[in-house]
């Protein structure tokens, strides 16, 4: 890695307390030239050598290193100009920085660009210095990740999922589950490493005094699950739902008695992007039946 003064890393730590092995992490990752699109001017084509679009902003692609794009008469003449691609700041990243060391009026915190430019006040600029809270950031993000419409979530997250999953699942699914949870896009990638094979599972994995499941009734209840799971030909969230809650009530169960241990089945986690009726869905009929079977085997 880079050599970087010790009073710097002082105070970044200081600053990003938990996210600091990430931030150092990034000066060993390729450098990666940026290109970023005046949205005022919109150019009629783009460099020939301009690469993918930024998966954050709309208007950003990736260069190759090699790029002259900064000699075309369309840079000089306004149409786009060149920035790494981590310096595009999302709309997230606008809106908290906005918040330091000035404070709006009432109790809104969240802004649209057009409502920071109508409503930003110089008066109102603290005389305090202004303090870096990371957890601040990740809650605003949060909330800019929950008001994307559906179908721009998944344009942003299918990179990150692409990182993780590599078999057909129902991502539109996925990210109706992940989109609420979601503070940042980078965390979800290991929230998926149960999609390629599921991971180890240890049988004290079922326990759970909430759900009051153990070892040997999670054997019972998938057990019971099984047949009901082979006979279903809906094979939508809702439909497999409706089955298993059926089950549990003939069964005289409450539902999660009955799905918690689904859900560790199928995914080797005790937390995951979804109940255990969500991931027979995402994986289908097919990898549900097999990783059933193989849980009941294995209790």
């Excluded at 990430?22 to 005046?38: I, S």
């Excluded at 290193?65 to 790494?84: I, K, M, N, P």
Aim: charged share 25%.
């Amino acid at each position: 890695m880079t050599e970087l003064p010790q009073a710097f890393l002082s105070q970044m730590a200081a600053q990003l307390k938990g996210e600091m092995a990430a931030f150092l992490r990034t000066y060993d990752e390729p450098y990666q030239r940026g290109l970023r699109v005046n949205p005022w001017k919109r150019p009629t084509r783009l460099p020939e050598d301009c690469g993918e679009r930024v998966p954050w902003e709309e208007n950003g692609h990736y260069l190759a290193l090699t790029s002259t794009a900064g000699a075309d008469v369309l840079h000089e003449a306004g149409a786009w100009y060149l920035q790494e691609p981590s310096a595009m700041l999302p709309a997230a990243v606008l809106n908290y920085l906005l918040l330091l060391g000035w404070a709006p009026e009432g109790e809104q915190e969240i802004f649209s660009l057009d409502e920071m430019i109508k409503i930003w006040d110089p008066a109102r600029i603290s005389k305090s210095p202004a303090i870096f809270d990371p957890l601040k950031l990740r809650a605003i993000n949060a909330a800019y990740i929950r008001a994307l419409p559906a179908e721009e979530f998944r344009k942003l997250a299918d990179p990150f999922i692409d990182q993780a999953v590599h078999v057909q699942i129902d991502r539109d699914l996925l990210c109706a589950n992940l989109q609420p949870r979601c503070e940042v896009l980078e965390d979800i990638p290991p929230q998926l490493d149960f999609f390629d094979a599921v991971l180890p599972i240890d049988a004290e994995m079922y326990r759970n005094k909430k759900q009051k499941t153990t070892p040997e009734s999670a054997k019972e209840a998938l057990s019971a699950l099984l047949p009901v799971l082979e006979a279903q030909t809906d094979w939508s969230r809702d439909a497999i739902f409706e089955a298993c809650k059926q089950k549990a009530e003939a069964m005289e169960k409450k539902n999660g008695w009955l799905l918690f241990p689904l859900g560790i089945a199928l995914s080797g986690k005790a937390r995951t992007p979804g109940g255990g009726t969500d991931l027979a869905a995402m994986m289908g009929k097919e990898e549900t039946l097999r990783r059933l079977n193989a849980a009941i085997e294995a209790l």
